[in-house]
């Protein structure tokens, strides 16, 4: 299975995105269509273009040497084209690189931070580390709730409040953390493992909440009932790497996520359904490919090695089957059709954090 994933990844996707998926100036399109052609007009969302930036930089770090020029090209892009001055950074440009969104959004400054971990871990890039922590500072100063805990998801604040953003913060903190520990990083990272133990993790339904009021209370009707079995896999994955990195240890709500998600979260093929509720029904059917990566990543490193190769080979049958190779189908409904027009760069950061653990860990 290692060599049908290296095979795709490395011989038809990353070449494909490297060439198709980029522009002149070394920005990245938001889509391809199912032939591989770039779809113009659509905003440049700093989230992708930070995600794009770690995917070619953990490339590099697999040994497909010719992510270096890509990923150092779209750094420089992206602190050029999408840093405010305030050390903020934007929501999205348009196609030409101007200021389309100067929103500074939290789930945005999230994947800035990790690409930020990405390329000084790879590519040693001595700007990554200033800006990290000149990012983190401002996030700081200008979004932190100090009642409430965590941060606003962007400026001015808005509603709902999510785990999303949050659980992505942690992520791009203990990425920092493992190659270039701060206090700042670390102090970060505790605030967010404490909001999760506080108020994410439903103790008495087993689950992980999504959507919250603004002082962290469960929304009320449908919104408070969403549970997403893909975000219970991140969270078991990042709870297991926080505690290796000395930070508290939360195994056991851990344990909890990750059979709640099997049990409740699984069609009979394997795939994880995007919604269920609290007590354990699904809401929604359908299968979201990012869901499908983050649970092949944790069974993975969870041991279950049977079950990640079951699962890998469904998603070569079902989201990575496309006519032309190197794409995917992003999502499908509850009986089985696709539901996409075009193919979203966004997936490509979740097939790299599965697959990069797949041909890391042992067979």
Same mark, same amino acid.
């Given at each position: 299975?290692?060599?049908?994933?290296?095979?795709?990844?490395?011989?038809?996707?990353?070449?494909?995105?490297?060439?198709?998926?980029?522009?002149?100036?070394?920005?990245?399109?938001?889509?391809?269509?199912?032939?591989?052609?770039?779809?113009?007009?659509?905003?440049?969302?700093?989230?992708?273009?930070?995600?794009?930036?770690?995917?070619?930089?953990?490339?590099?770090?697999?040994?497909?040497?010719?992510?270096?020029?890509?990923?150092?090209?779209? #750094?420089?892009?992206?602190?050029?084209?999408?840093?405010?001055?305030?050390?903020?950074?934007?929501?999205?440009?348009?196609?030409?690189?101007?200021?389309?969104?100067?929103?500074?959004?939290?789930?945005? #400054?999230?994947?800035?931070?990790?690409?930020?971990?990405?390329?000084?871990?790879?590519?040693?890039?001595?700007?990554?580390?200033?800006?990290?922590?000149?990012?983190?500072?401002?996030?700081?100063?200008?979004?932190?709730?100090?009642?409430?805990?965590?941060?606003?998801?962007?400026?001015?604040?808005? #509603?709902?409040?999510?785990?999303?953003?949050?659980?992505?913060?942690?992520?791009?903190?203990?990425?920092?953390?493992?190659?270039?520990?701060?206090?700042?990083?670390?102090?970060?990272?505790?605030?967010?493992?404490?909001?999760?133990?506080?108020?994410?993790?439903?103790?008495?339904?087993?689950?992980?909440?999504?959507?919250?009021?603004?002082?962290?209370?469960?929304?009320?009707?449908?919104?408070?009932?969403?549970?997403?079995?893909?975000?219970?896999?991140?969270?078991?994955?990042? #709870?297991?790497?926080?505690?290796?990195?000395?930070?508290?240890?939360?195994?056991?709500?851990?344990?909890?996520?990750?059979?709640?998600?099997?049990?409740?979260?699984?069609?009979?093929?394997?795939?994880?359904?995007?919604?269920?509720?609290?007590?354990?029904?699904?809401?929604?059917?359908?299968?979201?490919?990012?869901?499908?990566?983050?649970?092949?990543?944790?069974?993975?490193?969870?041991?279950?090695?049977?079950?990640?190769?079951?699962?890998?080979?469904?998603?070569?049958?079902?989201?990575?089957?496309?006519?032309?190779?190197?794409?995917?189908?992003?999502?499908?409904?509850?009986?089985?059709?696709?539901?996409?027009?075009?193919?979203?760069?966004?997936?490509?950061?979740?097939?790299?954090?599965?697959?990069?653990?797949?041909?890391?860990?042992?067979?």
């Amino acid at each position: 299975m290692q060599d049908r994933v290296r095979d795709w990844l490395f011989r038809q996707a990353l070449p494909l995105w490297a060439d198709a998926g980029i522009d002149a100036e070394g920005r990245f399109f938001e889509k391809l269509d199912f032939d591989g052609r770039p779809i113009t007009g659509r905003p440049r969302r700093t989230r992708v273009q930070a995600r794009q930036v770690y995917v070619f930089a953990e490339a590099v770090s697999l040994g497909w040497a010719e992510g270096v020029a890509v990923a150092r090209r779209a #750094l420089d892009v992206l602190i050029r084209d999408y840093r405010r001055d305030d050390s903020l950074w934007v929501r999205s440009v348009d196609d030409a690189g101007a200021v389309s969104d100067a929103t500074p959004d939290l789930y945005d #400054l999230a994947f800035v931070l990790f690409a930020l971990a990405a390329a000084h871990r790879v590519l040693k890039d001595a700007r990554a580390r200033p800006l990290a922590l000149a990012t983190l500072a401002a996030i700081e100063a200008r979004m932190a709730d100090p009642v409430h805990g965590g941060w606003q998801e962007a400026l001015p604040p808005v #509603l709902p409040r999510r785990q999303n953003p949050h659980m992505h913060m942690l992520e791009a903190l203990l990425a920092w953390q493992a190659v270039a520990p701060d206090p700042a990083f670390e102090a970060a990272a505790r605030r967010v493992l404490d909001l999760f133990d506080r108020c994410f993790f439903d103790r008495e339904h087993l689950m992980l909440g999504e959507f919250y009021d603004r002082d962290w209370t469960v929304r009320p009707g449908s919104e408070g009932q969403c549970i997403e079995p893909g975000h219970h896999m991140e969270w078991v994955w990042l #709870l297991g790497e926080a505690a290796r990195l000395g930070l508290p240890d939360l195994s056991s709500a851990a344990r909890a996520l990750y059979t709640s998600a099997l049990t409740c979260g699984l069609r009979p093929d394997g795939l994880a359904v995007r919604e269920i509720s609290r007590i354990g029904q699904v809401r929604d059917g359908g299968v979201r490919l990012w869901a499908q990566t983050e649970l092949l990543r944790t069974l993975k490193t969870r041991g279950e090695h049977v079950r990640a190769d079951h699962l890998t080979q469904r998603l070569f049958e079902t989201h990575l089957a496309t006519a032309t190779p190197g794409l995917w189908i992003d999502s499908f409904d509850a009986a089985g059709a696709p539901q996409d027009a075009d193919v979203p760069a966004s997936s490509l950061y979740h097939l790299m954090t599965a697959f990069s653990a797949l041909l890391t860990e042992p067979a």
